[in-house]
């Protein structure tokens, strides 16, 4: 009984503060709120101190294995400086346990090594945490059996052992698996919002042309009953025109003040910005069974940017290369980065079908598109946000070929902070 009061107990304390650091996110999300940097840190670490307040003071073993949890999180997060904390915290707080923590360092250590190998092999960091587990049901066996009870029941060790690696499993997938879905549903509510955007902006654009059309019929209608060789009809409509004319102008600039793309430039880590635009799109990718290879570097590069813009344009590239997959063979994207001489590239590469030379002259053009349910307006979009970034974007591609597109913007030294 004590062993479920325990395990309930520490998979709340750890679960409560991710779960408020998603309502955040999704609050953020429908406010269109840039969210602070530090909010998924200071979630982690909330939950190691519920478990140091509420949880570390009993004398059984088995409550501080869920304190790994934490840790798993850090590592999938790639927050490599906040497990390094954590585990610190842990090693101190087992030494309650131990004599001596030296085998203890030598674990946590040994966690970080196989972090930076599944990094450094661009594998998936939920594996990790799987790997991470079945290094910790070996480590145990060796601390119950080599240092806390070496000739005690060997029976009892045993069940010890079995109880506490299940717990520590199923309460890492359980908690693992809330926080995907927690994903899921922000992914979810976007794209909710990314479709009532565009039924906004079609029923604008059909508000504008009727607006619009108005104006021009009356024109049509007077230029159909304008005599050139009557002065008095011509003195007449003239001016009307002209006036049906200037409402039409004045129609326009009111929309096109309305419609203007509007950036907000904030200090944002730009490896993390794409970071958690490919996670967004993983489920994206895994539906269309599309391999990645995404080559993000684990450090901070911060520079002012409109991160929310930014991160429309990469998902705008990101389903340009999904729709052209080609239809008899695995669609394979690469995304690769580099700083060079003040500015920042971006290179996403696909093998798709490619592009026409004709269509990658009219590539940026509004409302041009070879989709039969295209608007047209997606690259046109983007070329106009990384323009007031001062960058470019450039498109290379030829039809069997695939295509890859260069987004560049300078980056402000003075805005740098790592």
């Known amino acids: 009984m004590r062993y479920i009061k325990f395990l309930l107990l520490d998979t709340i304390l750890i679960l409560l503060p991710m779960l408020i650091y998603q309502f955040y996110l999704l609050s953020c999300q429908n406010t269109n709120r840039k969210r602070k940097?530090?909010?998924?840190?200071?979630?982690?670490?909330?939950?190691?101190?519920?478990?140091?307040l509420f949880s570390s003071d009993n004398e059984l073993l088995y409550p501080l294995i869920l304190?790994?949890?934490?840790?798993?999180?850090?590592?999938y997060k790639k927050r490599s400086y906040l497990a390094g904390i954590l585990s610190i915290i842990i090693v101190i707080f087992y030494q309650q346990y131990f004599n001596s923590v030296h085998f203890i360092m030598l674990e946590y250590i040994l966690y970080y090594l196989i972090y930076f190998i599944y990094l450094l092999k661009r594998k998936k960091l939920r594996?990790?945490?799987?790997?991470?587990?079945?290094?910790?049901?070996?480590?145990l066996a060796f601390e119950v059996y080599g240092v806390i009870y070496p000739i005690d029941n060997q029976l009892s060790n045993f069940l010890l052992i079995i109880t506490t690696i299940i717990s520590l499993y199923g309460v890492t997938c359980f908690i693992f698996y809330l926080l995907k879905k927690g994903e899921e549903i922000m992914d979810l509510n976007s794209t909710i919002k990314a479709l009532e955007k565009e039924k906004m902006l079609r029923a604008s654009l059909f508000k504008i042309?009727?607006?619009?059309k108005n104006p021009i019929a009356v024109c049509k209608g007077y230029l159909d009953m304008l005599d050139l060789s009557n002065q008095e009809k011509i003195n007449k409509y003239i001016p009307i025109v002209k006036q049906e004319i200037s409402r039409t102008l004045i129609l326009m600039d009111d929309y096109l003040d309305y419609t203007k793309i509007k950036i907000n430039k904030e200090d944002t880590d730009l490896y993390l910005l794409l970071k958690d635009?490919?996670?967004?799109?993983?489920?994206?990718?895994?539906?269309?069974?599309?391999?990645?290879?995404?080559?993000?570097?684990?450090?901070?590069?911060?520079?002012?940017?409109?991160?929310?813009?930014?991160?429309?344009?990469?998902?705008n590239l990101f389903k340009n290369a999904l729709e052209a997959k080609k239809v008899d063979k695995e669609l394979t994207l690469w995304?690769?980065?580099?700083?060079?001489?003040?500015y920042f590239y971006i290179t996403i590469k696909d093998n798709g079908i490619g592009m026409s030379e004709e269509t990658l002259n009219h590539i940026s053009e509004m409302f041009y598109t070879t989709k039969q349910k295209g608007s047209g307006m997606g690259v046109s979009l983007s070329k106009e946000i990384i323009e007031l970034h001062n960058g470019s974007i450039e498109y290379f591609s030829s039809l069997g070929k695939g295509t890859k597109v260069v987004v560049s913007f300078p980056i402000n030294e003075k805005s740098l902070t790592a």
């Open 37 to 52: 940097k530090l909010s998924l840190d200071f979630a982690i670490i909330t939950s190691m101190l519920f478990l140091i």
């Open 335 to 342: 995304l690769t980065t580099r700083k060079e001489k003040g």
């Open 127 to 139: 594996d990790l945490v799987q790997t991470l587990i079945y290094m910790k049901a070996f480590i």
């Open 277 to 315: 635009t490919c996670d967004s799109l993983e489920t994206l990718f895994k539906e269309n069974k599309v391999k990645t290879i995404f080559n993000i570097p684990d450090r901070e590069l911060y520079a002012k940017v409109d991160y929310n813009r930014l991160k429309q344009v990469l998902v």
């Open 67 to 75: 304190w790994n949890i934490p840790l798993y999180i850090s590592f």
């Open 209 to 212: 042309t009727h607006e619009i």
